[in-house]
């Protein structure tokens, strides 16, 4: 690959982002744990925008129902695994970029492990009850996480830190007994999920970049249908 695709890669980028902000965003790791509708379009924004180092995290292979909105899902890939088909992106999008992927499943025995060494975890899962295991590690890692969910053509984001309530204030203390979300009941529409993928990275390149506001605290929600958007003060 020459030289010039390396050196003009972000020039469009550069009214946004300083050169500074770039190689802040090259030295990042960001672990994105679910590779489904919100977690393709997270790893295809971040891998865009320059974060070095992506941890891929999914058990799952692609169904043909993920055709639907899953950005890497392809019907050649129906029965691939979706890290590895994430991973292939990646390296095509940016082949500076260095990935990590893992076709396994999340639980506490591996979580911590998978996180520890992140700057940021992106939450693109569709288990409740996962969601607070992630917390949980995340706590103890010290590691802040934005959160994503959808349902139909709803959705909505929040970023938690170590020291936040976090998912509490969302699910309450008996979300932990839930195993999945909404989704599975009221479906999931393409343009949906990448709204709030694009949701996720701009929180996500906030925290890596320490610049804006945060939705710390705060639930972003939206629903397409009524173009209706709204920011919930969690505390």
Same mark, same amino acid.
């Given at each position: 690959m020459t030289s010039s695709v390396f050196n003009h890669r972000y020039d469009r980028n550069r009214d946004t982002l300083s050169l500074e902000n770039q190689d802040t965003l090259a030295a990042a790791t960001v672990a994105i744990l679910g590779l489904g509708g919100l977690g393709c379009g997270v790893c295809e924004m971040l891998a865009r925008t320059g974060v070095g180092h992506l941890v891929l995290v999914d058990k799952d292979r692609f169904e043909s129902s993920n055709l639907n909105r899953q950005l890497f899902c392809q019907e050649h890939l129906v029965g691939h695994p979706k890290a590895l088909a994430a991973q292939s992106r990646v390296q095509a999008i940016n082949s500076r970029i260095k990935v990590t992927a893992k076709v396994e499943i999340l639980d506490e025995s591996n979580l911590y492990e998978r996180i520890k060494d992140a700057d940021?975890?992106? =939450?693109? /899962? =569709?288990? #409740?009850? @996962?969601?607070f295991k992630v917390q949980d590690a995340a706590r103890v890692a010290g590691v802040p996480i934005v959160s994503g969910a959808i349902a139909g053509v709803a959705g909505q984001v929040t970023t938690i830190f170590p020291q936040d309530r976090g998912y509490e204030l969302i699910y309450g203390e008996n979300g932990r007994d $839930? !195993? %999945? &979300?909404? %989704?599975? $009941?009221? &479906?999931? #529409? !393409?343009?949906?999920? @990448?709204?709030?993928a694009a949701? $996720?990275?701009s929180e996500c390149?906030? #925290? @890596? /970049?320490n610049r804006g506001s945060l939705l710390r605290n705060q639930l972003w929600i939206t629903q397409l249908w009524t173009n209706s958007f709204e920011i919930m003060d969690l505390i």
């Open positions: 940021v975890v992106m =939450d693109c /899962l =569709d288990s #409740i009850s @996962l969601r $839930q !195993s %999945e &979300g909404v %989704e599975t $009941q009221t &479906g999931n #529409i !393409s343009y949906c999920a @990448l709204m709030v949701m $996720q990275s390149i906030k #925290i @890596l /970049l």
